[in-house]
Structures are given as C-alpha cells and as structure tokens.
C-alpha cells in the first residue's frame, strides 16, 4: 500500500495537479470572501457561512477532478494489470490511492483557516466570530472532502473514461450533498419521511456539524459513507473477475 | 513441477476462451506458447498470474495454489503483460524502484543494487535517466522485462516479449531468457517459430483454447515429419524416370535438369540409397540436402482450417 501511496502522491505534486487545485480552491474562496459583492468586509457580521456553504459546491466540481483519473487511467492503459498481479490485495491499491487523494485534500483544505485567523482579527471586540461553530464547520467540511474523494474514487474505478469518471462522481457528490435534501422536501415526503431521506444526505449532517456540536452520530455516519464507497470501488475493480 | 495446470478453462460470455487445457513445466525449463491469434495464450497467462480466475480448473505455481494463494502465486512470478502496460509519465529507475517495493520487497539498501542489477540485466544502462514515456518501443519492452525480473521471481512469464524488436535486440533477449532459465522457470508466449526454435525446451500449441500439441520441440518437428525431402544435384544430367527406380522414392521435383527434390519417407534410408545410385550410375554427387519440415509447418498444420 505504501509503494502505491508514494507513487500517487509524486504523481500529484509532480505534475500540476496538486499546485492547481489548492489555487483554484483559495482563490475562487478569496475572492468571494473578501472582494466579490456580499463578502464579509461589506456585512458587519464576524462570520465565514459565506465560505463554509460555497466550499462544499467547489468541492463537488474540484474533488471529481482530483480523482478522476486514478482508476480510469490505470485501466486504459492497461497498468491496471501490472497493479493488480503484484502481491497486493486490491484494497490495498483503492487505499493507497484513496490516502494519496486524502492527503492533497488536505494540503487544499488547511490555507483556509488563514480565513479564520482574518475574521477573529478584524472582528470587533463586542461581537467576535463564534469559534465554536467555525471549528465545527471546519471539521464538517474536512469530512465532506474525504467523502468526495471517495465518491470520486469509486466514480473513477468504474471506467476507464476519465470525462466519464469526472461527471460520474460530480453526479454522485451532487447526489449525495444536495439531491437528498432537496427530495425530501418534495410534498409527498411532508411530515413522514422527510426526516429520514433527509439523513441520508450529507448536507443534513454537515449543518449540523458546524452549529459546533460534534455529534458521533454524524461522525459514524461520514465514515460509513466512505467505507461504503471503499469497498464500492474495490467491487468495481473485482469486476473484471464476473 | 514449477507450474502445473490442471484442466484449466476461461469462459467469456458464452465463448470458451480456454478450455480445459493441461500442462507443466520443470523448474529451469522453458515452454514456448504459441498459438494464432485469439487462441487463449494471454488469457491462460492472466489466469496463472491470478488476474482473472479461471472458470473451471486449477493451477499451482511453485505448489501454491492459484486460487487459494493469489499473493503467495504473485510473490513467486514476474510478469511481462501483452502490451507491456507501463506508467509513461514515471523515470525507468523511478518505476524500477516502484515496482520493487509493490512486490512487497522491503530492504531500501538493497534495493538500489538490485535496480542496477536488473538495468545491466536487459541493457538498459545507456536509456535510464530517461522517462518511459521517451523511450523507444524496444526500449520500454527492455524496462517492461526489467520490471518482471527486479524481485528475482522464480517464474517468469512472459507475454510475447519480443515483438516489436529489431533483429539485433530480438537475439540480446532471447540470450537473456535462456541466461535465466538456469535458475529460474519460464512461460513465454511468441508467434515467430525460429524462436521456439532456438529458445524453448518445450512446446505448447494451443488453438482454439485447446492443446494440440505439447512435447519437446525436437519431437514434434520429427513426429510431424512423415515425408522426407532432400534436395540433390548430380554432375551430369539424369532422367526423372532413371531417379525413380529408387524404391524409396515417391515423388521427384525436377528444378533443372540436374538438380531436384525428392520426396520419400525415413530420411537415412533414403540419402544412403542416393548415393549408392550416384556411385553406381558414375554421376557424381555435388549436393545432398535433407529439408526438413519447419515447425512452421507443422504449427500451420495443426492449427490450420480443419
Ligand atoms: N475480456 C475479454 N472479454 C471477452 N472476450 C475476451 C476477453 N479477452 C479475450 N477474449 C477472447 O478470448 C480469446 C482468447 O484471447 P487471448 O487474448 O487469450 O488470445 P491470444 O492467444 O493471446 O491471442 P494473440 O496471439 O492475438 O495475443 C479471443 O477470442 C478473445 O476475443
Ligand atoms: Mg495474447
């Protein structure tokens, strides 16, 4: 699993891909926080909501992208074979790569607290920015990336198209953060099942999270996500053995 | 036995990619694959590298089983797959060490050495501060053969590894093969005869994903042999009709009129019998060539339209 990590993680800062996606995250994030119309030197309020409720819609477009091509690529060009009869299991290969992917994710996500320490520093004494709920949002979305790269992961493990495996896990990250939320607030569901379809997205636990209560329960329910989509992408490979 | 494989069979959908086929090979031999196109070379090899199950059928490698111990079986093997997959974007020594440490090979000090060892080993030492990517197509072949061999397998198989070779790195390889053969067991899968010829100890042809042929490469040439020709040529002019007196001869090619073929069966017998009739009819014998049958034909006929 190491060999495969190390050569995931040359391959992203190696290549442009790491330097790439940090950027595009902090800046598309700075301007709107502090230059675009609306940001937070306009408002009055000490507050990053404006960062933590656009961050989760970057990701699902820039993790995708990220992930794309770690299986897709692998399959087209037939290395795929070379991985998979070396004496390693196959969820050895989805963890390396799954790690690798983690990691650059969270190079992506730490420039952002910069963010925080901005807002506490220009807050006023009288209303300071709640640091309990910015730390709760900092952890809900720290989460809501590693289940991205999961879905992206799995997404990519599917085909051997890279554009294929982008909207395929874009799709499934939309699906998943948003499409749920949104069914549940269809009429029909009104006052029965609403709660629960509601529970199965990721958005109902991400605000959750960042009122700055961890709850276990959303915990749990994060990392399950992710081993869902493990093991769902560990199948996807196993499939050429049907 | 170093490998053997038991009534193997791979199905595709409803078609029999392999089927049923039984084999072995010693430790220190090398078993030439051949077969057409589509005849089931790569897929037994996918099988026995444990990246497809087999349908039916099992295969031990080194005694593991190769259903029961995929990473035990895969510890034991280097593989060059078909195509010879490989990362273009990675440096040759960057994916040799890779391909190290993915085999499970721990020791770091050790593994520099064994990276040289391996560049020597194909000749890649003048190409390797290179990425793949810029390599030449035999080249890459040379860092896909560097690849199987970095973790010393005691198996090696090899999916046609010397297509796309120029005549001068073709015999660089097949001398490296035999070099390895000492101390290790390799499989490798070809379409070009002479290279049986000259590499293999045995011989598999598969058609259809069915044996229909396994021996020594010397026997099938032989057993498949049942007509002789040899080619002469006489000092003077002879008739044809005056050549078939011979008993043994059943048919006469004439290229002129001193030169021929003649077809006839058990060769000594019949090039004794030429030459008795040279020294008899005074005409000197200038040339007494036995053509026999290429394994080229004999795989053409076993493997042609039945
Ligand atoms: N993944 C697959 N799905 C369906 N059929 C396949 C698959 N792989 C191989 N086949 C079929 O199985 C048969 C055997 O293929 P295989 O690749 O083993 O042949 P081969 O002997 O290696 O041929 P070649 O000399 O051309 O490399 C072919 O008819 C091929 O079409
Ligand atoms: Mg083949």
Redesign the interface.
């Known amino acids: 699993m ?3 990590l ?2 995931e993680i ?2 992203f800062f ?2 442009l891909i790491a330097y790439v996606s940090m950027a595009v995250f902090f800046i598309t994030l700075s301007l709107n926080l502090f230059i675009f119309q609306g940001n937070i030197l306009d408002s009055n309020y000490a507050t990053l909501d404006t960062f933590f409720t656009l961050a989760p819609w970057i990701l699902i477009f820039l993790i995708p992208a990220i992930t794309m091509r770690s299986f897709a690529d692998e399959k087209q ?3 795929i ?9 196959d969820l050895q290969i989805v963890m390396g790569k799954y790690i690798a992917a983690l990691i650059l994710w969270t190079f992506t996500f730490l420039p952002t607290f910069i963010y925080f320490i901005c807002v506490q520093k220009l807050s006023l004494e009288d209303a300071p920015i709640d640091s309990g709920a910015t730390y709760g949002s900092y952890i809900g979305l720290y989460f809501l990336g590693a289940v991205f790269v999961s879905i992206g992961l799995f997404a990519s493990a599917i085909t051997n198209n890279q554009i294929v495996a982008f909207l395929v896990g874009v799709f499934l990250c939309y699906l998943m953060y948003d499409a749920f939320y949104r069914i549940s607030s269809l009429p029909i569901f009104q006052g029965q099942l609403d709660y629960y379809i509601q529970a199965i997205g990721l958005n109902a636990h991400y605000d959750s999270i960042s009122r700055g209560v961890v709850d276990t329960r959303d915990i749990v329910y994060f990392l399950s996500v992710i081993a869902l989509f493990i093991i769902g992408t560990r199948t996807a490979l196993e499939s ?2 049907w | 036995m170093s490998i053997s494989v038991h009534n193997l069979s791979k199905t595709y959908g409803n078609q029999k990619a392999v089927d049923s086929i039984s084999f072995s090979v010693n430790k220190g031999e090398i078993l030439g694959f051949l077969g057409p196109n589509g005849a089931g070379k790569s897929t037994t090899m996918k099988m026995l590298t444990c990246y497809l199950p087999p349908s039916a059928g099992t295969a031990s490698v080194c005694g593991l089983d190769i259903i029961h111990q995929p990473i035990a079986v895969k510890q034991k093997i280097g593989y060059l797959p078909e195509n010879n997959p490989l990362y273009y974007d990675m440096y040759v020594k960057e994916f040799l060490e890779f391909a190290w440490h993915i085999n499970g090979m721990k020791t770091p000090n050790n593994s520099q050495q064994k990276i040289k060892n391996s560049i020597e080993l194909v000749g890649l030492q003048v190409e390797q501060h290179k990425k793949i990517g810029q390599l030449s197509k035999g080249y890459k072949q040379r860092v896909g053969l560097a690849q199987a061999l970095i973790h010393e397998p005691e198996v090696l198989i090899l999916d046609e590894p010397t297509s796309g070779l120029d005549p001068n790195q073709l015999a660089d390889i097949r001398q490296l093969i035999r070099n390895l053969a000492k101390e290790k067991t390799i499989i490798f899968s070809t379409h070009i005869m002479q290279e049986v010829q000259a590499v293999c100890d045995k011989v598999v042809i598969i058609n259809k994903g069915k044996i229909v042929a396994n021996d020594t490469a010397d026997n099938l040439q032989n057993m498949l042999s049942n007509e002789t020709l040899v080619e002469v040529e006489f000092e003077n002019a002879i008739a044809v009709d005056a050549l078939k007196e011979m008993p043994q001869i059943h048919a006469v090619e004439k290229i002129s009129d001193t030169h021929f073929v003649l077809h006839g069966k058990q060769s000594k017998l019949l090039r004794k019998a030429i030459f008795e009739f040279a020294v008899q009819k005074n005409n000197p014998l200038l040339l007494l060539k036995e053509e026999s049958k290429s394994l080229e034909e004999v795989f053409h006929q076993l493997t042609g339209k039945q």
């Open positions: 190491n060999a495969i190390k050569k040359n391959l190696s290549s060009n037939g290395t074979e070379f991985l998979a009869t070396k004496p390693i299991t050429r053995k």
